[in-house]
């Protein structure tokens, strides 16, 4: 059987930038290459990176993505690259998009992947399922590709699937099957949520045995708006087994050796492209309608190497939930500020829980020097929670500020006439404009703090404590911030480094200090309840009564979903957050604002 080093390049594109993307490419495919591989395998979309939403219906960036497809298989061949077969993401099109009244049925962008090879394309393959759920929308922007392509590479038969294939029985592993191949490329933009790498094994593991083949799977890493690519790319064989595993949440160029059955009815000739044929000359067709594409390039193995010269690319270890979810949130906050061109972060430092999480996870992206905190007492805010922002300062060596409230707080008092809760919405708003106005004169990135819980609930200024270009903590709710902080200190504890968040920070009751003795239980129910009614209705789309039958109080239900439904115009004008969760306010959950329907009790 042929050995195949396989090399595949968990790395992390930006959306629109052609250029950099492609230099990524030549960069990763210098190292494989350097490093033995027959075959490298980029993510998808690799060249505009992913997902570049409307983008698609630009012209323009269609024909540059076709056109950086081009100029990167010369760049390849012209940096001595060229023998190499590269597979990598990309967008094309055969025809308008269907929004053009000019559209052809069956025909406008794709989704595509390309094997360069020679400075030339020798090969491409249109993505076959569409993802039209969750955070993805391909049906919105794509036209589905109706043919796999198979590349004979060093006598094995190579077949092309991107993302959404590998996640639907049947279509492209089907026909993998029928096809007879040795090794299915898997190219991916799959982005993170919690135990989704559980998920993600056992669903490679049903396809490979569906296509009788091993599978190759590689995904991207780094942040895109909302979206955290998490990398987890992975080899498995068509018995199940995994033979290596890349890390989380890191770049990563996972290379290993595969022994693959060789294609059994060798070609002849030149590389070819185009329908190929069956021994009765009729079109090759397989599992649902695909008609097969193949190409080749070379019937010959590589020689093996010497003995004790395998390469292995190892196993990654999995880490905790907390663990996955913090790396998550860091990588996701670092990418929005840097891949948008701030050069540093400015929030506001109260003392309490929520500020105290997002500030040690800005330190950990961006390190302290690029961040700024600020504590903006009033004469509601108590001493320990004072003393507790300024301690975090010092263990985390963020750049720390005061700049009381009172005075300007004061100031619009003398000139309006306000009372309960309009003056604590006016001290939120205050110090909202506060930050922008340092934001504005310094440049930072204003940085809020708001928890999945208090948008969900409503339980947040707007214009104040809302304020803010991004949110760390959008899509974690108020319980899991508790465990990340306790998380985050012991981590630092076992390495024998300073715990970044003051115990007092984490152990005090929770409260937003705008009137005297105000606790967040004043207004909510204790977080443990919310958050279980919360999961229910936000992420699982439980109704009334099946909250109520799983075990909820009635009247605390009714009282909690009330809050949700009206704050919708809140989460609408509410910053990115990164998406860590099934169901995420924003690209996942879409709600009408003006909407009517309550749920009600049967």
């Known amino acids: 059987m042929p050995t195949l080093r396989l090399a595949l390049a968990q790395v992390n594109p930006t ?14 495919t210098r190292a494989a290459v350097a490093a033995g591989a027959h075959l490298i395998a980029f993510p998808e979309m690799m060249l505009t990176g992913y997902p570049v939403e409307d983008l698609v219906f630009r012209e323009s960036f269609v024909t540059a993505s076709r056109a950086a497809l081009r100029g990167l298989a010369a760049d ?20 308008p998009a269907t929004i053009s009244a000019a559209a052809t049925p069956g025909r406008g962008p794709r989704n595509a992947a390309a094997v360069l090879h020679g400075g ?27 043919t796999l392509t198979v590349v004979r590479i060093a006598g094995v038969d190579v077949a092309l699937t991107i993302c959404e294939d590998l996640w639907q029985a049947g279509g492209p592993f089907a026909a993998a099957r029928r096809a007879g191949v040795g090794l299915v490329v898997n190219i991916n933009g799959s982005p993170y949520e919690v135990n989704k790498d ?47 595993r890349a890390p989380q949440f890191d770049g990563h160029l996972l290379l290993h050796d595969v022994e693959l059955p060789a294609a059994t009815d060798p070609a002849s000739g030149t590389a070819t492209t185009g329908t190929a044929s069956a021994a009765d000359g009729s079109p090759e067709t397989a599992a649902d309608g695909l008609t097969v594409v193949r190409v080749h390039l070379s019937d010959t193995a590589p020689a093996a190497g010497p003995a004790g010269d395998r390469v292995d690319g190892g196993i990654a270890e999995r880490v905790t939930d907390e ?59 108590s001493e320990h929670s004072r003393d507790d922002a300024a301690d975090l300062a010092k263990r985390t060596g963020l750049d720390y500020r005061t700049e009381p409230v009172q005075p300007m707080v004061d100031a619009f008092l003398a000139n309006l006439s306000l009372s309960g809760m309009s003056v604590e919405n006016l001290q939120a708003r205050v110090r909202g404009v506060l930050l922008m106005a340092v934001s504005n ?9 708001g928890n999945k819980s208090e948008l969900a609930v409503g339980y947040s200024t707007l214009y104040g404590d809302s304020v803010g ?22 981590d630092a504890a076992r390495r024998g480094a300073q715990p970044p968040i003051p115990e007092s920070s984490i152990s005090k009751p929770p409260s937003a200090e705008l009137r005297p003795g105000q606790l967040d239980t004043d207004s909510l129910p204790d977080y443990a309840v919310l958050d279980a009614i919360l999961t ?35 989460r609408r004008q509410s910053a990115p957050g990164s998406k860590i969760s099934i169901k995420a306010f924003g690209r996942d959950r879409r709600l009408p604002i003006t909407n009517r329907w309550r749920e009600q009790s049967e």
Request: glycine residues 12%; hydrophobic residues 45%; negative net charge.
């Open 15 to 28: 959306v629109g930038d052609l250029a950099g993307n492609a230099a990524i490419v030549v960069d990763r």
């Open 76 to 95: 390849l061949d012209a940096a001595g690259l060229g023998s190499v077969p590269v597979v990598v993401g990309y967008l094309d099109a055969d025809g």
């Open 120 to 146: 030339r394309i020798v090969a491409s393959y249109f993505k076959h399922h569409l993802p039209n759920y969750g955070v993805f929308d391909e049906d919105r922007y794509f036209v589905p590709g109706d």
């Open 198 to 244: 559980d998920v993600r094994l056992p669903l490679v593991q049903r396809r490979a045995a569906e296509a009788g083949a091993t599978i190759a799977y590689v995904n991207m890493v780094g942040g895109q708006d909302e979206l955290v690519f998490d990398g987890d790319s992975m080899i498995v064989t068509a018995d199940g087994t995994l033979l290596t």
């Open 323 to 381: 663990a996955e979810i913090w790396q998550a949130l860091v990588l996701g906050l670092r990418d929005y500020v840097n891949k948008n061109g701030f050069r540093s972060v400015v929030l506001g430092l109260s003392g309490g829980i929520d500020s105290s999480v997002v500030a040690a996870i800005a330190v950990d992206a961006l390190g302290p020097d690029r961040v700024v905190g600020v504590s903006m007492p009033s004469q509601h805010s």
């Open 441 to 449: 004169q310094e440049g930072h990135l204003v940085l809020t703090t």
């Open 469 to 490: 270009g991004f949110n760390p903590l959008k899509d974690v709710w108020k319980s899991l911030v508790w465990k990340l902080a306790e998380w985050r200190n012991a």
């Open 536 to 570: 229910g209705y936000v992420d699982g789309d439980l109704g009334r009564d099946d909250l109520v039958a799983a075990g909820h109080d009635p009247a605390v239900v009714d009282r909690v979903l009330r809050m949700v439904d009206i704050a919708e115009y809140k």
